[in-house]
Structures are given as C-alpha cells and as structure tokens.
C-alpha cells in the first residue's frame, strides 16, 4: 500500500509530486478530486492530513480550462459575446453584462435606459438563481440533500422566466453590445411579478429547515474565518468578503448602470465565518427581489438595443477599459484593449471565483476534512469561471 | 432438544427470506419516502409504484461483475462484505414477533443481539482496509470509532429497560408491558428511548451519523472500491441493521406485540415499521454532523446522561423491591 | 443562572430539529411538483429556443425567404452556417439574345439568378444559439424552431440543410399531428 | 496617489478617466520598484483584482490591478518586460492571491515571476506548459502607446519613452518635482 508519503515514491502526477516534496513523514497524500461530490465540477485538492486534520492543501486547477482569453482574440467583440455565457453557469448574465460593457465603455457606446433596466432585472433574477443553486448545493455538502430540491423548484421558476426573453435556460447570451437581444414581454413581466411573492413565501421554510437547524449552525458557525486583510490580500470579493465584514459591492463602490437609482442594502457579517458568508447570500436573495421590484416599477418603455448597434464588420474603436459588475460570487472585471481592429487585441476576465478560490489554501490549514469541504462550499465555487 | 434445532432452522430459512425481502421494501420506501418529501415522485416506472424497482436494482447488482481494485486483499476484501451481512441473521432469530412467534427462546436474547452487532463494525473495517483506498481507510476508521463510542450508551440505555424487567428475555421484556401505549416501557423510560434512538442512528451509520459513508467528504467511505454484489450486501446489511434497531427498540420501549384489536405480529410489525419511517425521515431533513460533534454528542451528552439514566433506575427498581417486600 | 440559560438553550436548539421535521413532514404530504416526463410534457415549451431554422416566404411558406447574402454566416461565431448560392439557370437562345440585345440597348438587366439559396448547410452541433445570425439577417429569414425533441445516433444527424427541412415541413404539414408523442398525453 | 508613491522610482505616473478607462491611476514601474510599490499599496490597503500581461512590440506589458474597498479608484500598476528575458519580481510574499495571477500569467504569455514560492502551471497542462498561448506573432505586435491610454500625464521620466507619441524626445514632464527619481 502506498499511503504515506515517504514510501511515495512513484505514484502520483505532476502537480501531486511537486506536492509531495515537502511532506512530513506518515502524513496522508489525499487527493480530492477531480472527481468528488464535493467539488462541483472538477477542482482537484490535494491535502496532506494527518488522521481527519488537513495539515496543508492546494488546489490544482485547469480542468476545465478553455482558453477563453485566446478565444477573444480570434473572435470579433459581438462574437465573443456566447462564450461570456459559458464562463460562469451560475451568473452567465454577470459575465455578459461585464464584457458587453467592457466594450460599450470603450467605445462610449450609450445604452438605452429600459435595456439598462432589464439588465438589472435579467441579471438580479440570475443573481437568485445562483444563490439558490450554491444554497441547494452547499446543503449537499454539508450531508442534506432535501433543500436542494427545493432550492430547484423555486430556481426553476426563475429559468422558466429567463427563459421567455433569452430562450436559454443556463448559459444565456442575452445582452448585447448597446441593449439586449430581445425586450421582456408582457407575460414575462408579469411572471415576474408573479415570482416575487412567491419566492418571499418560500425564504421562511428555507429557515426553518435549514437556517435554524441546529445541526447546520454546529457545522457553519467559526469555521473559515477570513479576516478582512485576507480579503484585501487574495482579492477576495462579493458575499466573501461582505461576510468578513467588509461592506463592498460594485454596484454601490463604483455604481453602474441604475443602480444610483435603486435602493437597496448591502448586507454584511462580522462573523467572518461559513456562517457570515451563508447570511449575506440568504439576504442578498431578499435585496436582489427588492432591486427587482423597484426595477419594474421605474422602467420607462422604449427600446433595448440602440441605434446603429455593431454590424458583424463593426470596428471595435481604439482605447482600453475595465468594467466590473457584482456577480453571484463578487467582482467580475473584464479589461479590454483594442487597437482599433475587429478582434479586441487583449482580453482580461478577472473570475471572482478564482480570487476566493486562492484563498482556500491559507484558510483550510489546520481544520478538518468535513470542515475543509464545508469551507469549500462557502466560497461559492462555479469551476468553469475558475479555470476560464 | 431436536425440537429447537429444527426451530432454529426454520428461523433461520425464514430470516434469511426474510431479511432479504426487508431489505428490498425498505430500498423503496426510502427512495418513495424520499421522493415524496423532495416534492418528486420516487421510483414509478418499474412495476405498480415501482414496487419492482429495487429488485430491478437487485438484479442488476447481481449481474455485475465483481471488482477488485489493483493491490487490494483479495480474501478480506471479499470475506467483508459477507461478514457484513451474516451476522445480521442471526440477530433476527432472538427476536419475538409475537406470543408465540419466535425463533429462539433464550434468556440472554439481548446480549446475543448486543454481541452480534457489535460483529458489524469489523466488516467495515476489514472492507475499508482491504480496498487499498485512502477514502476507504477514512471510512473505516471512523466506523470503527463511531461503533466503539456508541455502543456504550447503547448499552447503558437498554440495560436501564432490563432493569426494570430484571430479564434479558426479550419475550419477558415485552410481557411485562401491556396493551395501551401508557403501559409501555417508554412512559418509564423516556430519556432511555431517546438515547437509544440517537444511539442506533450511530450505530447503524444512518444519516445525520453517516460519517463512515459522508459523500461530500469520503466519496463513499468504506464501500468507496465496491461495486457489484459486494456493495449489495453492504447495503443490505444497512437495512436490515436498520431493522433489527428499531424491532429492539420496539420490543423494548413500544410494548413489542402489544397492541389492541390486532393480532400481535401486526403491531409489532406496525411499530418497526412507523420507527423505520421516523429514521428515514431523519436522513431527508438533517444535514450530517461532524465527526468530533458526532462524538462530543456521545461523550458530553449522550454517556452521562445514560448513565444518570441507569443509577436512578437502579435506585427506583430497588425502591420498589424494597417497598414490595416490607 | 447561566446553567438554566443554556439547558433552555439546548432545549430550544433541539426543538429547531422538531421545526425541520415538520417542513419535510408537510411536504410529504404535498403534492409533487416534477413531472412525468415522458408521460407529460412540461408546460414552458413554447419559449424554447431550438436549432435554427429558415422562414418560408410570404407567397409559399415553403420556400425560404433568404437572399443569400451570407451576413449569417460572417456575423455567426462558430462558423456552424454555410451558404450556397443558387446558380443562375441556363438561359435558353432566346433569352440569351433578348440578353444581348438589352445590353447593347444600355438597359439595365434584371438578374435571372433566383435569391433563394441552393443549400443552407448548418451544424447544430457547433451551434451556441446566441441569435446573432437572426440579428444580422436583412431579410428576416432565419428564426429558432421549437423542436425540443432533437435526438440522433450520429453526429451527422445535427448536421442538415435547411433548405431540404423547410422543404420536407411541407410534405410533412398534411399528415398534421408531427409533433411528439409527449405533447398528446399531456392532459390527465 | 503621487503621495502614496513618493520617493519611489517611477517611470510614469498618470491620473485616467475613469469613466472611460474603469482605472483612475495608471503607473509604469521599473522591475526593481514593484515590490516596494506593492508594499505601498498594502500598507495603504489596496486589494488585488488581477495580474495580466498584454503582448505589445515593446515587450510584455505586465499590468497589476488593484483597487480599494473603501475609496474606490482603480490603480493599474505597469511593468514592461522584454520579449528576449520576461522577468518581473513576485510579489506574491505581499499579496498571497498574487501567486496564482502570477502563475497564470506565466502560463499565458511566459513571464516568469521571480520569487513566487510555487512557480508551475496553473491552468495549463503541464505537458504543453511551455506553449504560451496569448504570445503573438511578431508582426502583429502592436507599440504600446498606440495601444493603451495615455491619461492626464503627473510624472514622466525623461528617459521613460514607451508611452511617449511616435515624434521622440518630447518628454512631457509635469509634477516631476514631487516624485524623487531616486
């Protein structure tokens, strides 16, 4: 048997012996991945533990990596546009809204106000939606396996609504350079309307079988402390670093869009732990209906692509910008510089995922393996995005 | 004496019968109890309410090809899983289904039943060490330290009961109940019946206690290399673990075939059935403890208050023979 | 006083089992919210978006109303359209004179060559669905079909002409009733 | 932000539109004061958004985003590195996420990050680690300051010419006197 790591002498791949090197005597070389049920998807941990104890891990990355950066370059800027769906299945209107704005930037490309407005619904629905998939998944990690369930049934519905403009029910290329491919409908409006209601009904049995559980709150409560000069110093965003205290959402810091105009809250935690990271999703659902709300009642008729939007031969101008918008799991930038051709000449996606993702390695040091997975799952990981 | 052999016998065909059709019922009633909680319908292809759908299962099981991982022991590999599942048999027989329904009449019915299960535990560390995985090591060693710690107050819960009774007679245990739920051992012994519940759930490694299984963390823990029949008898040996759990605690807390209007084997069978439905129920609502929770659970909560449990008992019993002879 | 705190404590976060129970418990009870797949048909198909297909004209809705100017195709990102053009017809010795004799008389000519294209090739499988095609099309020709059922043994089978589709709806439209055996059984 | 740089050797120091660039500072960097530069920025609790590098005639632009929870205002930190020998120092002992930006970017483009304490692919197979993805053809290299925002010039180091245009020896210096060109 080859278990410890000084009889390791042959097994194992390239990353696992870059691993092994450093590993102290009759500890245990665990890989985690990449296929494992807690994973989602195919990250791959390795961990040295001694007994349950993880005395170190490191992800290893790149399983699912498509060169997406490579695709930009080769690809003209409204062609792009289907792979920002692909990136992060959870969020894809994130990422749309961050490339397509990254060029409208560049290009002082004005979008029409109700495009603006349904993108902030589009993207806030989606927003839900994620939250309901990392909430249904996490619970899986954490050994429940009804609330996922219940988790789909409500996200299904937001799919049948996203469904009505973009036809898509996951990886949306809906937004566009200058608006969106298609206005909501009436009907799609008044399902909508229709959601919200509901979706506030659903949020207290979502507390009772899970919030308050006991057995929950053992699990979640003072484990993954990250503290904010963490944040800061792996560039950990979005309900990461709201649940650490740190009270920072694009939407608010650099605002874009409408959103000066909408009121909402940004929640924070100062417990800084799974469970800071958990309550601020749970509230951010609650905002994200309150953005959509106000959203229906401010928005003007109108159009929601503007006139004269890129033809297939558009030019994309000259220049450079980043944009970002608060995704499902923080700050997602795109940088762009374009010099002056079809294709855009570099194209930067920063995946919020990744950023937190760096951070697993320092906070997972020392906890146990059921606590390592439960930390993984509070960061909220789409592997896609990761790995680009 | 030729008597009892052939008793035992026919048990024992019975039993095997059985245990085998519990296992597949109880596969169904999971998945349909499951089905139903998440708001799906559960298996409903596969004969009426997919009645057949374990069987089904069953058969596929059985046709697959048995694998066994590089490096792996090949006897304790495959001597585990039948080690899983043979003692299990044999706690059936202790059992009484009714006035005159059992297969074995013995005085230390509950020791045997105690002493067999603990026979479990070494199964699921012969199979995690034998497959040569590393999650199945994991798997192991918490099974075997999750079986160590909760047999204790397994143990100290029901010897509370036989307290009370003063036998280990299983069949004397449950005349000493009577018919209505008020004569029942549970009415003098609740905190008894809790610990045993809590207790049984960690001994038969059942969800929120699953540890030795916990997907999210071992993949699957000890059967994590097992395939085939090998995982089957595993599995099997879960349920009928499961069964033998709740038919103890009803002999014991329930007032076994107690019950009005009824025949006897009915109630008991009702009772085991309704626990088995409260356990099933706790694997679809509760998320998994963690291992040194799932411990400190054992150690802090559920061994002192047992033992608490145990010493007024005894000071009671010892009351009331005090008080009976004078 | 603390001890009394926190048995209530202990007490109150046991019960939050109890609240648990009782959620699973309710909606036990409920009724399912799934559906029968292949006995029922869900209820949001009508927004699907399928593999593209082409319009049929306004005089006859089985010829397609594209003019083979192949925006499709440029603006497409991943290259699963192609367009061929139709060939002008052989013009007889008749026209050909009537051609000559326009041409010296300096008229413009109108091109014989038909508009509609001679084949429309495209690979569902390369496919993204993202639309852009439909936006570029001057003429409106191109739209999202709702066939949900799409299944094939072979990856040859996602790539077809849809030129040779549009014109098989037609001899398909009499028999009336293609759509899938789901959509029939769908009450109840 | 030439207050939170002063005395450090700059290059060249802009302030950008920010409505149109999403950055409001952008600083070139000599290699040798990156690192203090990052300390700075840690001090003055910046947090890092990315590490890229865009390919350009001159060399690899090497571009570090940071940007801060409470002020926001995004500053691009710039290094050049030549195409013939790409070495930046990490700063990956200051800023922990910055490993993996680095290692990233070396999958990328080939720049090597000095001192990053786990220099091997991140995304990219090791087998083909040494492939380099985003590198372009030569020809289609574009010059640096046709390609990137000059901003509204603070500092300039005379002998700092990338982001000059094309007509040389211009130069154009302006608030030179705060920053030390030490």
């Not at chain 1, 012996?17 to 009759?26: L, V, Y």
């Not at chain 2, 479990?120 to 199945?136: D, E, I, R, T």
């Not at chain 2, 626990?275 to 802090?300: A, C, E, G, S």
């Not at chain 3, 191109?142 to 059922?149: D, H, P, T």
């Amino acid at each position: 048997m080859t278990l410890y790591a000084d009889t390791q002498q042959v097994a194992g791949d390239f990353y696992t012996n870059n691993f092994a090197k450093t590993a102290r005597e009759g500890s245990l070389i665990l890989n985690l991945g990449p296929q494992h049920p807690s994973t989602h998807g195919v990250l791959r941990v390795i961990v040295e533990m001694d007994g349950e104890y993880i005395l170190r891990a490191e992800p290893v990355l790149g399983y699912l990596h498509r060169m997406h950066e490579k695709m930009a370059e080769v690809k003209t800027a409204a062609q792009f546009i289907p792979n920002m769906g692909r990136v992060d299945y959870g969020h894809a209107l994130g990422w749309n809204w961050a490339f397509v704005g990254a060029v409208e930037k560049m290009a002082g490309i004005e979008v029409p106000e109700r495009a603006e407005y349904v993108r902030v619904i589009t993207s806030e629905l989606n927003r839900i939606a994620s939250h309901l998939l990392w909430w249904g998944a996490y619970l899986l990690d954490l050994g429940a396996f009804t609330p996922i369930m219940y988790a789909f049934d409500d996200r299904e519905k937001i799919l049948d609504i996203l469904q009505m403009p973009t036809g898509s029910r996951l990886t949306y290329s809906y937004f566009r350079i200058g608006g969106v491919a298609q206005d909501l409908s009436e009907d799609c409006i008044k399902s909508i309307r229709d959601f919200i209601p509901w979706m506030r009904s659903r949020l207290p049995m979502y507390k009772d079988l899970v919030s308050d559980n006991i057995i929950l709150r053992k699990r979640i409560e003072g484990i993954g402390v990250i503290e904010p000069a963490q944040c800061r110093a792996y560039g950990a965003t979005g309900p990461v670093c709201r649940g650490s205290g740190i009270g920072y959402d694009v939407r608010r810091a650099t605002p874009y869009s409408v959103f000066p105009k909408l009121d909402f809250e940004v929640p924070t935690s100062d417990l800084k732990d799974a469970r800071g990271r958990y309550d601020v999703r749970m509230i951010e659902i609650e905002q994200s209906m309150r953005i959509i709300e106000q959203c229906l009642e401010q928005m003007p008729e109108g159009d929601v692509l503007v006139k004269g939007a890129p033809k297939p031969s558009w030019k994309v101008p000259k220049g450079e910008a980043y944009f970002a918008v608060e995704g499902a799991r923080g700050k997602i930038g795109v940088y762009v510089v374009s010099d002056g051709g079809k294709n855009i000449y570099r194209t930067k996606l920063r995946a919020p995922g990744f950023c937190n993702l760096s951070l697993f390695a320092e906070v997972s040091q020392g906890t146990i393996l059921a606590d390592a997975v439960a930390i993984l799952g509070s960061l909220d990981l789409i592997i896609p995005e990761i790995d680009r | 004496m030729p008597a009892e052999l052939i008793r035992i016998l026919i048990g024992l065909v019975a039993v095997a019968l059985s245990v085998g059709l519990i296992g597949l019922v109880m596969v169904w009633v999971e998945r349909k109890v499951a089905g139903h909680v998440q708001r799906r319908p559960g298996p409903y292809e596969v004969g009426p309410y997919g009645l057949l759908q374990p069987l089904a299962d069953a058969l596929k099981l059985v046709g697959k090809q048995l694998f066994m991982p590089d490096n792996a022991d090949p006897i304790l590999f495959w001597l585990a899983p039948v080690l899983s599942f043979l003692p299990v048999l044999l706690l059936f027989l202790p059992l009484p289904l009714g006035d005159e329904l059992f297969a074995l009449d013995i005085n230390l019915g509950l020791l045997l039943i105690l002493a067999f299960s603990g026979l479990a535990v070494l199964s699921l560390l012969l199979g995690g060490w034998a497959s040569n995985n590393k999650y199945g090591l994991l798997g192991a060693a918490r099974a075997v330290a999750q079986s160590v710690a909760y047999e204790i107050p397994l143990l100290l819960s029901v010897l509370a009961v036989c307290f009370v009774a003063g036998s280990l007679n299983l069949a004397t245990v449950v005349k000493e109940q009577g018919t209505w739920p008020w004569n029942w051992n549970i009415m003098t012994q609740p905190l008894a019946f809790l610990i045993y519940i809590v207790s049984a759930l960690g001994e038969t490694n059942r969800a929120p206690f699953d540890l030795p299984e916990a997907e999210s963390e071992l993949t699957a823990g000890f059967h994590t290399e097992y395939s085939g029949m090998g995982f089957g008898l595993f599995f099997l040996a879960e349920y009928a673990n499961m069964v033998v759990v709740c038919s103890v605690a009803t002999v014991l807390f329930l007032g076994g075939w107690h019950g009005p209007v009824l025949p006897g084997p009915v109630w008991f069978v009702l009772k085991v059935s309704l626990l088995m439905l409260l356990l099933v129920f706790f694997r679809w609502t509760y998320p998994r403890v963690r291992f040194d929770q799932l411990l400190n659970i054992n150690w802090k909560w559920l061994m002192p208050l047992a033992v608490a449990n145990l010493m007024l008992t005894a000071f009671f019993v010892k009351l009331a023979q005090y008080t009976v002879v004078k | 006083m603390n001890a009394i705190k926190e048995a209530l404590k202990t007490v109150s976060d046991l019960w939050s089992l109890m609240v648990g129970l009782k959620v699973t418990g309710k909606y036990f009870l409920e009724p399912q919210r799934t559906v029968r797949y292949p006995w029922k048909a869900v209820a949001n198909l009508d927004t699907y978006k399928g593999h593209l297909e082409l319009v049929g004209g306004m005089k006859d809705p089985f010829k397609p109303r594209c003019i083979s100017c192949g925006m499709c195709a440029l603006a497409c990102p991943s290259n699963c359209l192609t367009v061929v053009k139709k060939k002008a017809p052989k013009p007889t010795p008749e026209e050909e004179k009537a051609l000559a004799e326009a041409k010296a008389n300096g008229e413009k000519v109108r091109d014989k060559t038909p508009k509609d294209p001679e084949k429309f090739l495209y690979d569902y499988t390369l496919c993204s669905l993202c639309g852009t095609c439909m936006e570029n099309c001057p003429a409106g020709a191109l739209r999202f079909s709702k066939n949900v059922y799409m299944a094939g043994y072979s990856r040859n089978d996602f790539q077809f002409d849809l030129v040779l589709k549009l014109r098989e709806s037609d001899a398909r439209a009499p028999k009336a009733e293609p759509a899938a055996p789901a959509a029939e059984k769908s009450e109840a | 932000m030439d207050a939170l740089f002063q005395g450090l050797a700059l290059d060249y120091l802009a302030r950008c539109d920010e409505a149109k660039t999403g950055k409001a500072w952008q600083v070139f960097l000599p290699a040798s004061t990156l690192v203090k530069a990052a300390e700075r920025l840690l001090a003055a609790d910046y947090h890092i958004e990315d590490i890229l590098a865009v390919d350009c005639a001159e060399g690899f632009v090497v571009t570090y985003h940071f940007d801060h929870f409470d002020k926001p205002g995004r500053v691009a930190i710039r290094v050049l590195a030549p195409h013939e020998a790409p070495v930046v120092p990490s700063i990956a002992g200051l800023f922990g996420g910055a490993e993996w930006h680095e290692r990233e970017t070396r999958d990328f483009h080939g720049v090597v990050f000095e001192g990053n304490p786990n220099f091997i692919p991140l995304l990219i197979d090791p087998d083909m680690a040494d492939c380099f993805p985003l590198r372009k053809d030569p020809k289609s290299r574009v010059k640096t300051r046709d390609l990137l925002e000059a901003g509204e010039v603070v500092y300039c180091n005379p002998t700092f010419t990338l982001m000059a245009p094309d007509a040389p020896a211009e130069g154009h210096v302006s608030g030179g006197a705060k920053t030390a060109t030490a």
